[in-house]
C-alpha cells in the first residue's frame, strides 16, 4: 500500500483544523492550554523577576550587589580583578575608636568610606538631632556624621570639633542611616561616619588593629559571578565574600513564604488547565471516531491516521502554547506596573526561560492527557462506518494515565522545585479524588430507591447521573477539584497573609535596646513600661565562643562552608532564662526540669546552627567566656522565629551557670511615632544603654508584604481563569449525549419548563456533591501542606461547609446556561442526524 507523504498529513491536518476551528470541544482545549502556559509563564516571569526585585532591595543591607570583607586589605589583584569587569567599586574601612569631645570621651564605631559609597541603598541624615531625614552624599573631608545618641552623650551640636585618634574633624551633620548597618542589632556603640580620605591622618589603624575592610562591588550578574569565580579561590582564611542571599534572616523568611505561596497558586492553575485538557481531549477523539473508520476506509494505515490527529493537536497546542506565553510576558508587565512604587525601577528583564518552560508545560500536559483518546483514534475498525456502534479497543487506562500523571508531576515539581509542595498538592489531590469518588459512585447507587417516589424533574435529571455513574462521579470529580483548588488558594491566601502580618504586627518592636547595666535594670523596666505598651523581657548577654565539642577542637569538626563557620569565628550572645521565650519551640530534647540529672548544666541550641555544627543531644560543649571556661550539655534543641523581632539567641543555658559572670541585658520595644523626644529622654536617662532603630528593615518586611498581597490577588486571576476552563470542558464532554437526549424527549411532549428543571436538578446534585468533595479535599489537603510545607499549624474550617450550597448555585447554574444548545436544538435535525 502506497504511504501518504508526511507533508501532505500536514497539509491535511492543517486544513480540517481550520474548518473544525469552531467545535466546542477544540475551543475549550484551545483555552484550557492558553490558560496554562499564560499561568506557568506569567508566574515564572513574576517570580524571576519578583527575586531579582528582592535581591536589589536585600542588597541595601550591604550596601552593594556584592561585597569582599576580611581584617586585612584586599589584595591589589583582587581589586584589579573587578575593574576589569566594569563593576562599580566603592571602599569603606570599619573599627571601632575611642571619640573626644570637649565635654568627655565615647567609645564609637567608626566608618571611613569614600564618595561612591553606598552603591545600593540610601545614605541618609538630618541638620539637627531627630530632624526630617534628608538623602544625600556623605561626608566629605575634614567633616564627621554622627549618630544623635553619640551627640546626646557627649553634649555635642552641629559645628562642634570631634577627634578620631589624631585627626580633628568638624561635625556636620546627624547620621539617621547607613544602609549595611541596618540589620546590625548587636552593634553596642554609636556610629560614626567619616570620609576614607582622612583615615590615614587618624593614625587609629595600625598593623595589629582590629579592623574590617570592605570592598563593595556593583554590576550585572554575569559579571559578578565571573568576579566570584575569579578572586573565591585566592581568597585568605580572614576574608569572606557576601551577597544579598548571605543577608537578613526576616527578609529571607518573608521571601521564602511569598514563593512558596505563588508556586502553590501556579500548581493549582496547571493542575486545573491540565483537567480541563484530559476532559476536551477525551471529547475530541470521541468526536473524531467516524472520521476515523472513514479514512481507515479510504486507504489511510493506523499509523498515519494516528499522525494526522496528532499533527492537529501538535498545531493546536503550538499555536496556544506561543500565544499563552505571550500572554503571561505581557501579564506580568501588567503586575509589575500594579507594583510600581513597591520595587526598583531598574529591575533587568527577564530572559526567555520561563516563556520556554511554560511552552513545554502546556505541551507536556496535551501530550500527557491526549495520549490515552489519541490511541483510540488509531484503532477504530473501518465498519464503523456500516455500524456507529462499533467503539475501538479500550487501551490500558491505568499505564496511560499514570504516564500523565507523572508527566504532570514532573512539570509541577519543576515550576516548584519543592518536592513537598508538589506531593503535598498532587498527592493529597489524587487521594480524595479516590477516596470520595469511591463514596460517590456509592451515594449515587443508593439514590436509585429515592427514584420511584421523585417528581418527574428529578426522575429526569437523576436518571441521566444513574445512566452513567462512573461519568457522573468523574464530573463531581472535576467539579469538585475546580471549587477545591479555589477554595485552598482562597483559604491559604487568608490564612497565610493573615499569619504574616501576625508576625509582623504595627506595634512590632522597632528598637533595641542593649548594654543595659545591671545596676539599672529594674530602673529601665519600669521606664520602658511607661513608654512602650508591651516590652519584651530583658535577657541577660555574656558574650562567650564555642571553642571545644566533646573535647574536640570545634575548627577540625566546622567545614568552611558550613552555615555554622561563622559561628565559631566570633563571640556568640549567650544567655540564661528559666522560661522558654514565647517565639521558641522545643523541637528535640525538653526545657529545664527535674529529669536533667547530668552533672553538667544544660544548654538549649538553636536548631538550624545544631544541624549545622552536627550536634546531637547529650553533646558537650565548652565555651571561652572573657578567659574563663564553662562547659554544658546539650538538652534540646529549638525552632527559633527569627522574624518575630524579639531577642532570640543561639545557646540559652540553664540558670546558675552564667550568672557569676558580669553581663550586660538586652530587650526589644515598640515606641509609637512622634515620640522622639520621649527616646531623648530615655538616652540621657540611661546614657550607657544603647538604643538602636530597626524601622528601616520593618517598613522592607511590609513594603514586600504589600507586594505579595498584591501578587496573591492578580495570580488568583489565572486559578478562577483555568477553574473556569475545567466547567466548561466537562459540560462539553456530554454536550452530544444531552442534544440527543433533549431532541427525543422534546419529540415525545416534553416542555422546555420540564427539561430546565432536569438540568437544574442534575447539575444542582453535581454541584452539591462536587461541593462536598471539595470541602473534605481541601482540609486533606490544607492539612498536609500546613504540615509539611509551610511548617503552620493546622485547624478545621467550618466555613468550608457553605461548599455544597455554592457548588450547588454555581454549578447549576453554570450547568443550564452550558447545555442550553441542548435545549435550542432541532428535534427533527438531530433525530435525522442520528
Known amino acids: 500500500m502506497k504511504r501518504v507523504p508526511f507533508a501532505r498529513l500536514f497539509s491535511l491536518a492543517a486544513r480540517q483544523l481550520l474548518r473544525d476551528a469552531r467545535a466546542g470541544e477544540l475551543r475549550v482545549l484551545f483555552f484550557a492550554l492558553l490558560v496554562a502556559v499564560a499561568a506557568s509563564s506569567a508566574i515564572g516571569y513574576f517570580s524571576a523577576r519578583l527575586n531579582d526585585a528582592m535581591l536589589l532591595r536585600a542588597s541595601e543591607f550591604l550596601a552593594a550587589d556584592l561585597r569582599l570583607s576580611g581584617s586585612t586589605p584586599a589584595s591589589q589583584e583582587q581589586i584589579d580583578a573587578g575593574l576589569k569587569l566594569g563593576l562599580d567599586h566603592a571602599q569603606a574601612v570599619e573599627f571601632s575608636s575611642v ?20 552603591l545600593r541603598g540610601e545614605l541618609r541624615s538630618a541638620a539637627e538631632p531627630y530632624a526630617r531625614e534628608e538623602v544625600g552624599p556623605g561626608p566629605r573631608p ?39 548597618t541596618a540589620g546590625d542589632f548587636y552593634s553596642l556603640t554609636p556610629r560614626v561616619l567619616m570620609h576614607l580620605d582622612d583615615l590615614a591622618a587618624t593614625e587609629v589603624v595600625q598593623p595589629g588593629s582590629r579592623v574590617r575592610f570592605r570592598e563593595l562591588w556593583r554590576g550585572d550578574a554575569n559579571a559578578l559571578a565571573a568576579y566570584r569565580q575569579a578572586v573565591e579561590a585566592g581568597l585568605e582564611p580572614n576574608q569572606r565574600l557576601e551577597d544579598a542571599r548571605d543577608g537578613n534572616r526576616q527578609v529571607g523568611g518573608a521571601l521564602g513564604r511569598a514563593e512558596r505561596y505563588l508556586n502553590l497558586a501556579s500548581l493549582a492553575a496547571v493542575l486545573l488547565a491540565g483537567v480541563a485538557v484530559a476532559l476536551s481531549a477525551a471529547r475530541f477523539a470521541a468526536r473524531r471516531f467516524d472520521a476515523s473508520a472513514l479514512l481507515r476506509c479510504l486507504g489511510l494505515s493506523r499509523r498515519e491516521a494516528l499522525v494526522l490527529f496528532g499533527l492537529q493537536l501538535a498545531l493546536l497546542g503550538l499555536l496556544a502554547s506561543v500565544l499563552g506565553a505571550l500572554l503571561g510576558w505581557a501579564g506580568q508587565h501588567v503586575l509589575f506596573h500594579l507594583l510600581r ?106 439514590l436509585r430507591r429515592l427514584l420511584q417516589r421523585a417528581a418527574l424533574p428529578w426522575r429526569l435529571g437523576l436518571g441521566q447521573l444513574l445512566r452513567h455513574p462512573l461519568a457522573a462521579a468523574g464530573q463531581s470529580l472535576a467539579f469538585g477539584l475546580i471549587l477545591l483548588a479555589m477554595a485552598l488558594i482562597a483559604l491559604l491566601r487568608g490564612e497565610l497573609l493573615d499569619t504574616w502580618q501576625d508576625q509582623l504586627p504595627d506595634d512590632a518592636p522597632n528598637h533595641f535596646a542593649l548594654n543595659v ?36 577542637p570545634v575548627r577540625q569538626l566546622v567545614t568552611k562552608e558550613s552555615r555554622g563557620e561563622r559561628a565559631i569565628q566570633r563571640d556568640l550572645s549567650l544567655t540564661w532564662a528559666n522560661e522558654l521565650p514565647s517565639d521558641n519551640l522545643i523541637s528535640a530534647g525538653s526545657w529545664w526540669g527535674a529529669e536533667h540529672t547530668s552533672e553538667l548544666p544544660g544548654v538549649s541550641v538553636e536548631a538550624e546552627l545544631a544541624e549545622s555544627l552536627q550536634l546531637q543531644l547529650g553533646d558537650r560543649l565548652r565555651f571561652n567566656v572573657g578567659g574563663i571556661e564553662r562547659e554544658a550539655q546539650v538538652t534540646s534543641l529549638r525552632q527559633v522565629d527569627w522574624d518575630s523581632f524579639q531577642p532570640n539567641f543561639y545557646m540559652i543555658f540553664e540558670p546558675q551557670t552564667l550568672q557569676d559572670l558580669p553581663a550586660t541585658y538586652l530587650t526589644s520595644f515598640y515606641l509609637p511615632p512622634g ?23 520593618l517598613a522592607q518586611l511590609r513594603s514586600i508584604l504589600a507586594q505579595v498581597t498584591l501578587a496573591i490577588e492578580y495570580v488568583l486571576l489565572f486559578v478562577l481563569a483555568a477553574g473556569i476552563t475545567v466547567l466548561l470542558a466537562g459540560l462539553q464532554a456530554t454536550l452530544d449525549e444531552r442534544i440527543r437526549q433533549g431532541a427525543l424527549l422534546r419529540a415525545l411532549g416534553a416542555e422546555r419548563k420540564l427539561l430546565i428543571s432536569a438540568r437544574r436538578a442534575e447539575f444542582g446534585l453535581l454541584g452539591a456533591a462536587a461541593g462536598l468533595l471539595a470541602a473534605l479535599g481541601c482540609e486533606l489537603v490544607s492539612f498536609l501542606l500546613y504540615r509539611y510545607a509551610f511548617d503552620m499549624s493546622w485547624q478545621p474550617h467550618p466555613w468550608l461547609l457553605l461548599l455544597p450550597l455554592i457548588g450547588a448555585l454555581l454549578i447549576g447554574l453554570a450547568g443550564v446556561l452550558g447545555t442550553r444548545r441542548a435545549l435550542n436544538a432541532s428535534p427533527l435535525s438531530v433525530l435525522r442526524e442520528g
Open 675 to 697: 515620640q522622639d523626644a520621649e527616646l531623648i529622654k530615655l538616652s540621657r536617662a540611661f546614657p550607657s544603654v544603647t538604643l538602636l532603630q530597626v524601622d528601616a528593615l
Open 99 to 118: 571619640v573626644a569631645a570637649q565635654d568627655g570621651i565615647q567609645l564609637a564605631s567608626v566608618k571611613a568610606a569614600n564618595s561612591l559609597y553606598p
Open 142 to 180: 575634614g567633616e564627621v556624621w554622627a549618630e544623635a545618641r553619640l551627640m546626646v552623650a557627649l553634649n555635642l551640636k552641629i559645628g562642634d570639633e570631634l577627634e578620631i585618634g589624631a585627626k580633628t574633624l568638624r561635625l556636620s551633620r546627624v547620621l539617621t542611616y547607613d544602609p549595611d
Open 517 to 552: 547595666l545591671p545596676a539599672e535594670r529594674d530602673a529601665f523596666a519600669a521606664r520602658l513600661a511607661e513608654l512602650s505598651p508591651h516590652p519584651a523581657p530583658l535577657y541577660p548577654v555574656v558574650p562567650g565562643r564555642l571553642i571545644m565539642i566533646n573535647d574536640e
Open 341 to 446: 512604587g513597591l520595587i526598583p525601577d531598574d529591575l533587568p528583564p527577564a530572559d526567555l526561560w520561563p516563556a520556554l518552560a511554560g511552552m513545554a508545560t502546556g505541551l507536556v500536559a496535551l501530550a500527557g492527557f491526549a495520549l490515552p483518546p489519541l490511541a483510540a483514534l488509531g484503532r477504530v475498525p473501518p465498519l464503523r462506518v456500516l455500524r456507529r456502534d462499533m467503539l475501538p479497543v479500550p487501551a490500558s487506562s491505568w499505564l496511560v494515565y499514570g504516564a500523565a500523571l507523572v508527566a504532570l508531576g514532573l512539570i509541577m515539581w519543576r515550576l516548584s522545585l519543592d518536592l513537598k509542595l508538589t506531593l503535598a498538592l498532587l498527592g493529597g489531590g489524587l487521594l480524595a479524588a479516590l477516596v470520595l469518588g469511591g463514596l460517590l459512585l456509592i451515594g449515587l447507587q443508593s
